[in-house]
């Protein structure tokens, strides 16, 4: 059995830095909202082909960020026709698997060194997961303006998956990258030195 202790300081210290990470602190959700919405329009905005994305504040709020696509073939003269609007939950799609993520790292009993190791290349991870997760959303979103051949079952399944993975992106993503930067094989020996056949890794 896994000492009780150990347990109890990894979950605890996961509690604190979790609510210290997602505590509403003033004037953090502009600043972050900006941060958004000059890398996403590095990564996705402008113009291609017929394709045109921008990242505006939404409805005027500072914090907020929504993703305005526009098929430029369904233009009028005047510059008036469809769009289609993606409202951005910036607190599900980053801020939240970002704060699981360094909690869980930071509550980890291994040395330091290795937490600020698996800090830089978990972050680095998981902003290339969720950049991916948010092309997806807009490639699907695309499909309304005729800017992507969607359509019957692939339209379903397309969905289906964009809804799925938004779901677990929260818990499910930074948890499988937690595991995958930070726990080493000999840390089960290290933390549970009960375990039978286990051995020891130097650190």
């Known amino acids: ?21 997602v505590a509403p602190w003033p004037g953090a959700g502009r600043v972050e909202a900006v941060c958004l919405r000059y890398v996403a329009t590095q990564a996705f905005g402008g113009v291609h082909g017929n394709r045109e994305i921008s990242f505006e504040e939404n409805l005027g ?8 696509i526009v098929n430029r073939a369904l233009l009028n003269s005047d510059g ?6 993606v409202d951005i939950d910036l607190d599900n799609l980053v801020l939240r698997p970002l704060a699981v ?5 930071l509550a980890t009993p291994i040395p330091w060194r290795r ?20 092309g997806l959303c807009l490639w699907v979103e695309s499909a309304e303006l005729a800017l992507v051949d969607l ?12 809804s799925a993975t938004l779901a677990q992106a929260v818990i499910a993503l930074p948890v499988l990258i937690w595991l995958m930067v930070t726990l080493r094989r000999g840390d089960a020996a290290r933390f549970f030195p009960a375990a039978p056949g286990s051995s020891a890794e130097e650190i």
């Not at 059995?1 to 990470?21: D, E």
């Not at 937490?115 to 948010?134: D, E, H, I, K, N």
């Not at 359509?151 to 964009?162: I, P, W």
């Open 151 to 162: 359509s019957g079952v692939r339209k379903t399944v397309a969905m289906d998956f964009r």
């Open 101 to 105: 993520l360094l909690a869980l790292i």
């Open 115 to 134: 937490r600020g190791w698996a800090v830089l290349s978990g972050v680095a991870v998981l902003f290339v997961c969720l950049g991916a997760l948010l």
């Open 80 to 85: 008036s026709g469809p769009v289609r609007n």
């Open 1 to 21: 059995m896994p000492p009780l202790k150990l347990i109890a300081r990894f979950v605890g210290w996961f509690a604190v830095l979790f609510a210290i990470f």
């Open 61 to 68: 709020r500072a914090e907020q960020t929504r993703a305005v």
